[in-house]
C-alpha cells in the first residue's frame, strides 16, 4: 500500500476518528481485502511509531470533550496513544505539521478520547474479510510511555512493551500486577538475554479480556513480535487481590511459553510474581463455582 492509498483511505475519517467515522473506513476496508488490510495497519502502526518519536509528551492539549473552561491537561500513557490516532485521522496536513513542529498541538481542539476506534476499525474490518476473530494485534496499544532518558542512558532500547483491554472494566488488581511483572521483566538482564534469541527488535503483549471465544496468536512482522490473547472476563469473578495478581502472573506465564514456542527459542526464565500474588485456594476454588452456580440460575428465572 502505498503512502498516498493510505491517507486517502484516513480522509474517509473526515478529518477525526470516533464511532461516528470509523464506520465508513470499516466498511472501505473490508472491500480492499484481507490483505491490504493488513497492509493498511503496518502503515498505521509505522506512522504511530513515527509520532511516538516526536517529543509530544506533556504537551498540554485540549479535546473536545473538556468541560467548558477547562485548562488542558499534558498527556502520558494510553492518552498520548490516543493523541498519536487523532493526530492521524486528521489526515496527513497535520500529521506532516505536528511532526515538523510538535508544539502546534497545542493549537488545536483534537477529538483523542475516542480515537483508539481507529485501530479497532481495523481489527473489525479484518475479522469480516478473513472470517477469523482478530486476534492482535491493535497497532499502537502500549500501557505506558517507554523512557526514553533511561533507554538513551543504558543504551538499551525498550523490547517489551503490555496492552490491556476488554469489554468490561479490567480489575485494577490485575492490570497493576500485568504490568509491574511485564516492567520487571523488561528490566530483567537475564530476560534481556533470553529474548536475544528471538533476533527481533521488540515483542508487543495484547491481552483482550472478553466473553468471546478464547485464543492466543503469535506474529512476526519486520522485526516486530506481537503475542495476542483472548481470555475469558469471567476469570476475575470471586478472584481476591491476591488472586487477581496471581492470574496475572499465571498469564504472563502462559503467553512468554507459547513465544518460546512459536519462535523456537530456549525456555524462558521464571516469571517473577508480585509480592501480594497467591494462588487461589480449594475453598476459593469451590465459593467460584457456587457463585458460578447461582448465576446461571439467576438468568435462567429472571
Known sequence: MTEEDFWSLIDLLGGAANERTTPALEEALVQQGQARIEEFADSLAENMRRLAEAPLSGIPVQDVSDPSGAQPVPLAGDALVNLHFAVIASGVSQFRNILENPSQATEHIWDFSESDSLAEAVSKAHEISSGKPWIGPLPGFRTGEPDE????????????????????????????????????????????????????????????????????????????????????????????????????????????????????????PQVPRPAHATPPTSRDDTARARLEELRRRHRKNP
Not at 490485575?174 to 537475564?190: G, K, L, R, S, W
Not at 483482550?208 to 495476542?228: F, I, L, N, P
Open 149 to 268: 532518558s533511561a533507554a538513551t542512558a543504558t543504551g538499551n532500547a525498550r523490547w517489551l512493551s503490555l496492552a490491556l483491554h476488554g469489554d468490561h472494566d479490567i480489575p485494577t488488581a490485575y492490570f497493576d500486577a500485568a504490568c509491574t511483572v511485564v516492567e520487571m521483566i523488561h528490566d530483567d538482564p537475564q530476560w534481556r538475554t533470553w529474548w536475544s534469541h528471538a533476533d527481533q527488535l521488540s515483542l508487543e503483549i495484547d491481552i483482550d479480556c472478553t466473553s468471546q471465544e478464547e485464543g492466543s496468536h503469535v506474529t512476526t512482522r519486520k522485526g516486530q513480535t506481537w503475542a495476542s490473547f483472548r481470555k475469558s472476563g469471567s476469570r476475575f469473578r470471586g478472584l481476591t487481590k491476591g488472586g487477581l495478581s496471581y492470574l496475572a502472573a499465571m498469564d504472563m506465564e502462559a503467553v512468554f511459553a507459547l513465544v518460546s514456542t512459536s519462535l523456537r527459542m530456549p525456555t524462558p
